[in-house]
C-alpha cells in the first residue's frame, strides 16, 4: 500500500480502499501486490471469505509468504476454523527455523496462536505464545497487553474466560468473565 492507502486506512475508509484494489486487480489480474493488498482489506472490511479465498490463490504462487500466512491464519480464527488457523500459524513459527523473518512477523504468528488458545480456554499455552510474542519482538503491545490482562485476572481455575460475539454489523466484540468469589 502506498501512503494515500494508508491514509484511507487511518481513516477508516476501508470500502473505498477495497473499490480502489478490486479496479487495481481488474487491471492486472496477477498482479501479487494488488491481490494481497485486496486479501488484507477483505479482511478488514469483514468480507473474510473472500480475503481467504485470496490469502489461498496468494500461497498457492509463493507458499512462504509469510505475511499472507498469518493473515490467512488470524482470518481461518475469525470464521471459527480455529484448526486450520493454527496449522497456518504454526507453518509460519515453522519457518522461522530456516529462513531470515522479521520478528514482528513471527511475534504477531504468535500472538494470534494466543488469542485462538485462550479463545479455546487454553490459558496455559495461550500465555506460553504471549510470552514467546513478547521475546521476539519486544514492542509487541498487543500481546504484552493480552498477557497482562490474563495475570491481572488471575487463573483458569477461578473462572476466568473470554468468548468473541459476531454481532449484526459482524464485528467481533470480546467479553471477559471473571468470578472472585473464592
Not at 486479501?39 to 505475511?67: C, Q, T, W
Not at 521475546?135 to 490482562?149: F, M, V
Request: glycine letters at 6%.
Amino acid at each position: 500500500m502506498d501512503e494515500q492507502h494508508h491514509k484511507l486506512l487511518e481513516e477508516g475508509r476501508v470500502e473505498e480502499l477495497i473499490k480502489i484494489f478490486e479496479k487495481e486487480l481488474e487491471a492486472n489480474p496477477n498482479d501479487y501486490k494488488s491481490k494481497k493488498d485486496l486479501a488484507l482489506v477483505y479482511g478488514m472490511g469483514g468480507r473474510l471469505k473472500d480475503s481467504i479465498r485470496l490469502y489461498e490463490e496468494l500461497l498457492s504462487v509463493k507458499p512462504d509468504d509469510s505475511n499472507a500466512l498469518v493473515n490467512l491464519g488470524l482470518d481461518y480464527h475469525k470464521i471459527g476454523e480455529n484448526d486450520k488457523a493454527i496449522k497456518t500459524l504454526e507453518r509460519v513459527v515453522e519457518q522461522a527455523k530456516t529462513k531470515n523473518m522479521e520478528p514482528a512477523t513471527l511475534s504477531s504468528s504468535h500472538t494470534n496462536l494466543g488469542v485462538i488458545y485462550e479463545s479455546m480456554l487454553d490459558f496455559d499455552r495461550a500465555v506460553g505464545e504471549y510470552k514467546k510474542a513478547i521475546s521476539t519482538y519486544s514492542d509487541n503491545k498487543t500481546a504484552t497487553k493480552y498477557l497482562q490482562k490474563l495475570k491481572e485476572l488471575g487463573s483458569p481455575d477461578r473462572g476466568i474466560f473470554r468468548t468473541r460475539v459476531s454481532s449484526e454489523d459482524k464485528k467481533v466484540t470480546e467479553i471477559w468473565y471473571y468470578n472472585d468469589a473464592e
